[in-house]
């Protein structure tokens, strides 16, 4: 498990980014976030506050329900994953076109 300081409670999440807990909860429940829980307190990672930020935006400023936010992050992580896979490639290329 990671410290203490590389988490921040949910609560003060919440309160910092004006959204109720509610909706962090169901982020966790499409499995868009990882929430992390000790001694009865709820914890999200550091590393993950720029997604959580973006998923807000998604959902308050765009009006974009859950489901399409669910949607939407599958097919930004595929989307990356496409992007990673490419430069391999051109990687490989570029290495057996330099012999």
Same mark, same amino acid.
């Given at each position: ?6 988490? !921040? ?22 499995? &868009?976030?990882?929430? !992390? ?26 009006? !974009? ?10 097919? &930004? ?11 391999? &490639? ?10």
């Amino acid at each position: 498990m990671m410290g203490k300081e590389n988490l !921040i409670s949910i609560q003060e999440f919440c309160i910092h980014y004006k959204v109720p807990k509610s909706f962090i909860n169901s982020l966790y429940d499409y499995e &868009l976030i990882e929430i !992390i829980s000790t001694e009865n307190t709820q914890y999200v990672s550091v590393t993950q506050i720029k997604n959580i930020e973006k998923l807000i935006r998604f959902h308050y400023e765009l009006d !974009i329900n859950l489901e399409g936010i669910h949607a939407i992050s599958n097919l &930004l992580d595929k989307l990356e994953s496409l992007q990673i896979e490419v430069k391999k &490639l051109h990687n490989k290329i570029d290495f057996y076109e330099s012999e």
